[in-house]
């Protein structure tokens, strides 16, 4: 055990509290106070409506800074509150942790220690359990398992345990973003914004303490997981609909094209061939007739294909606004040759206009020239990297 004088001075150097979310936990709360008041006084407790002998236990720490609810509305809301607080007594970080006695307080200067460590100051930090531990529930492990998953597919990032309650959040940087969930998922959702929102999020580990006898335990196997299921999809949907095109896009924009044709184009470690089918496939998309999706299905396809999303994001904009006149000529009149018959013509639209007939010639011929393009773009894209390529070789020998 640390010298609770050096962690203490820590703690108020980071300007840092504790939050202690609770409800029901009247075997294990005191315990979990008391470790806690080993390190710091600077204590947060949100008693979430507790019907037990809770109110009871916390009139022992009048000095400790508490918020009671009058009725149970889950832990995401009583962490929120927390947080509120947190930052109106000033506080630039909390550390939280469960009331159920599975956390050790004396784990708290890990939190500190990386804290110090880390570059940035924009870190949420999350206690790895060891899930292979004696006596931790096999459904806690696949929970997190499927957690984890989802964590990655939303972010592009990995975590080893992403529904640990044992955290540091940077207060000011949290509540600047929007949350909707009050119950257990906010713990997903609120990783999976930090991610989006560009705070650090990491793994620490921790020890985990499960002891049937005095822990209770307020997760819903079927109601939880269905709600925090939910979650997990609007959060993805929202990925790929609007987080990774933006990301893209934002980077595209930062490195300028030039840049981005010397890092991500020449400077990529891909092979050219790998490199060649991005720009094709970029170019394929970026001229077929899903507009308002050209983005999305670039990163998207480009991922299934493991090809280089940048490249194939970048080439998916061939069709600025400028040009987007002459595809749409260029793919009707593709289309029409296709048909054997003449392409729109614009002066004869009439109340007899045939719009399902020259949609079908229009998306047939879009195709048709999103192909052809994307074979010209590819092939010149690999005569060029291997020209470059071979130019390297020659400054590198000569």
């Not at 280089?308 to 904009?317: D, E, L, P, R």
């Amino acid at each position: 055990m640390q010298n609770p004088e050096k962690i203490a001075q820590k703690i108020t150097d980071f300007n840092c509290c504790v939050l202690i979310p609770t409800y029901n936990n009247q075997a294990t709360l005191d315990r979990v106070i008391q470790g806690v008041l080993y390190y710091t006084n600077q204590i947060i407790i949100i008693n979430d409506g507790a019907t037990d002998s809770t109110k009871r236990i916390l009139t022992h720490y009048p000095k400790l800074t508490q918020i009671h609810l009058e009725k149970n509305k889950g832990k995401g809301n009583a962490l929120r509150l927390g947080l509120h607080k947190a930052e109106a007594l000033g506080f630039d970080y909390a550390i939280s942790i469960d009331s159920d006695g599975q956390h050790y307080p004396d784990d708290i200067p890990l939190f500190l220690e990386e804290l110090e460590n880390s570059e940035t100051k924009d870190l949420l930090l999350i206690g790895a359990r060891n899930l292979n531990a004696k006596g931790m529930p096999r459904k806690n492990s696949f929970a997190n398992k499927f957690s984890n998953f989802w964590y990655w597919a939303e972010t592009g990032f990995t975590l080893q345990d992403t529904q640990s309650g044992f955290r540091l959040y940077p207060v000011k940087e949290i509540n600047k973003i929007k949350f909707l969930s009050t119950k257990f998922e906010f713990e997903v959702e609120v990783i999976v914004k930090a991610s989006w929102n560009g705070i650090e999020v990491k793994n620490i580990p921790i020890r985990v303490l499960y002891d049937p006898d005095e822990r209770v335990s307020h997760y819903r196997p079927f109601k939880d997981f269905i709600r925090i299921s939910a979650m997990n999809t609007w959060l993805f949907t929202i990925a790929i609909v609007y987080i990774k095109p933006r990301d893209f896009y934002r980077k595209f924009k930062e490195k300028g094209f030039k840049r981005f044709f010397k890092e991500d184009l020449i400077g990529s470690e891909d092979s050219n061939i790998k490199k060649s089918l991005s720009i094709a496939l970029g170019t394929f998309i970026g001229i077929s007739p899903f507009w308002g999706f050209h983005s999305i299905l670039s990163i998207v396809v480009a991922a299934a294909l493991k090809l280089n999303k940048v490249i194939s994001f970048a080439f998916s904009n061939v069709s600025f606004p400028i040009f987007i006149p002459f595809i749409l000529y260029g793919s009707l009149k593709l289309g029409g040759f296709m048909l054997g018959r003449r392409s729109l013509d614009l002066h004869q639209i009439d109340e007899n206009f045939k719009i399902g007939v020259y949609l079908f010639q229009y998306i047939l011929g879009s195709f048709a020239l999103a192909f052809i393009m994307a074979v010209l773009f590819g092939l010149a894209g690999f005569i060029y990297l291997q020209i470059k390529t071979g130019n390297k070789k020659k400054v590198k020998h000569g």
